[in-house]
């Protein structure tokens, strides 16, 4: 059967797989969950064995398992290694979901006529790397497999791919591959297919400021003792300067500048600033002087709070001068940075920008490195070739702002330069309540995928 | 029988009582302790009942009630208006106590070789005010009540005590009385007991910054968008100048400035900033330039970020960029400062210091007035004889951070200067885990109560 009518003729079961595996809370951040990303794991595994892989096995790490699965058609044929993680983001604030996350629902919005898959995970990264499982099967079912296949579907992408990185390293031989696809990245929209060229690195940390040893009460000793709250509201905002700079010393030595001849490519890409604040109901955009948005998330690093908490958080008043205050700060990296220098930088600028009227503890959770992805390989021309037959369209490339730390991995571990071919879109709300992701994505992703590994066999016979 | 004699035979129901008093949770500032707050007005009616007030009652008002109780002994003898809240602080955070707040323990401190009641509430203020339903029992049974006693114990002095104001005003004639007695600050120590000759003034502010619509994914837009975390910080910080100054327009317009005189004198109040900072193992004070310790919980007004909150506070990372931020902010007044003219300063400057990528909501939470208590009163001298009677030492005048707010309003509305017999300590943690209340403490300050009567009667006669 060819390939678009046995994807349309099993849409149904392809759809209702992918709602199974949602329905599994599988939050790689939060150890309640443990026993359920176990559960992920589990059915990832007999996925890829439904689907007719030759072997699959649970990988067991230090952390959550690696889920691996291979199909060898022909020793001689080039191979693809497809990775994505099974794992996903808590889902708080669980108050802001218009339907339960771990409950999926299809519903219809204005950007997906056709419905879209409403759940944590349902384009990060549950949804896309399934695409991947459901093409391999129609490929294998139609005799269309052209290339050799191997899975590497982990645990712990949302917490650092630590165990990740060590199981690379001690495997090269079991993943040697002549490229790595992974679909975990936007594309600009339906209309204007794109395949990611750039992605920044990541370092997060947590920041603990204490000031006295217990709270206090704030009549008695409010103006006599360092507040932490105030603390570390002055010392988050001196990370900035007036021109949202980052002022942490040597910030900035590694990132890569480029010329005007990149910028102004790289702005060409459609981008409506109007409609952008629209879409986030807000007046302006805001970042750093001397930059455009494009520029700002794509070849820019960025120093950001993503959660802060310290004193009484309760309903109405309470007059306490707490002992502590916390926050947790991520930065965005861009080559060449490097997430463990930036990290050792952060440290060592932010204990020594506190007042001696407190103590500064300060965590690094996990880092990545940013990557850039070359445009003349094989790799790259299969999926733009990939993109013109599923859309009728050339592909754009984009630099995106957030990060897989596994690519620069591969790059320097197993010497690939991964192809980030996703389908999801900006709006899909992950790593936010109500995520989710389109069926028209989902289908024609899995289409797209498919049609990747012809012309990648292609390419690979030139 | 004489006093002290009575005191120590019922020394052990005075304190059953407290602690059955001590075991209701009357958080007024939480709406799911609703029910307790008025059970604790009904305990404090029929303890009144109890110690042999000719009436109590429980006045409702527009939120919890005020319980009123009388004895008239004399209508030619002075009349002693007590003034006291059942109400508490919230107990959070909860796993920082080491017994439950609600369930009081007795335990030995180093401060307490004789033991202290551990509870939310033991000091602030149900073991203070308990005191003088106590001591009215005692010269009761003992014939020696010489003044005429009202009781005024409310229910929301840690909401604002909003409703109180209302109540006064309505009931200038039935709250007709010579001296406003209140327990509920702090003295020096036992060995130096003090009085409380000023109070702070309070406005509390609660401010929400809100950027983009929805949470955002940190990597895909950071850099882009304003983050309200960091904003706030920014906003925040921006409140304090480099030597600690507030910087809102107009803040200092009002207030009081003192000559070296009386600058000299407060300073001579025993206090060891060495002992004070080893307490709270900081190894630096911190204020505002040009002030002592004592002057800046005394005579100087401050601002204290009470709690702050925004995007992901769970376990592990999560990069989000949130959509909103919010904090509680409240100043320490002093005189002549209004605290509804801070409170318009403060929402008038916050909101213009706002960057306009970000919406600002700023909504004040309650306030109060500062107060200042002078010390050629009758009250002040017979609270000077009666600590000299108990203690064999002359009180030391004190100013203290803390705000009651309603004690500007008994000067204002009923003409009366409130009489600051405080028997807490500093260390007690009030509005903080571990509150505790010395039973020495407790039962010299019936003690000094029933005495303050005995020289309040004297006083007048003269």
Redesign the interface.
Known sequence: MPLKQYIEANSERFLGELLELLKIPSV????AYRKEVFNAAEYVKKSLEEAGVDKAEICQTAGYPIVYGEKIVDVRAPTVLVYGHYDV??A??LE?WDSPPFEPVIKKTGLHPNGAIFARGAADDKGQFFMHVKAFEAMLAGGELSCNVKFMIEGEE???SENLDIFVRANKEKLAADVVLISDT?MISLEHPSVTVGL?G?A?M?VEVT?????????????????P??V???M???L?DENNHITIPGFYDQVREYGKEYRDKLNQAPFDEGE?KRK?????????KGYT?IE??GI???????????????????????SK????I?M?LVPDQDHRSIARLFENHFKSIA????KVKVVP??GGQAAVVPTDSHGYRAAEAAIMDAFGKKAIPTR????IPITALFQKVLGLDPILLGFGL?TD??????EHYGLDNYFKGIETIALFFKHFQLQHKK
Chains 1, 2 share one sequence.
Do not use: M
């Open positions: 790689s951040a939060d150890p983001q808590p708080d604030p802001l949302e917490v650092g936007s920044r990541l997060y947590q000031g006295p040893d217990k709270d206090l009460h704030s009549g008695t000793f409010g103006g006599s003792v360092a507040n709250i105030n570390l509201c002055k988050i905002a001196s900035h952008f986030l109901d807000i007046k302006e955009t805001y970042g750093e948005t700002r998330v820019r690093p960025t120093l950001d709070v993503n959660g802060i908490w310290g004193g009484y958080i309760g309903e109405g008043a309470k007059t306490v001068l707490p205050a916390s926050a947790k991520s965005r007042p001696p009227a407190v959770h996990h995106e702002g957030g990060s900006d709300a992950i790593h936010s309540p109500n």
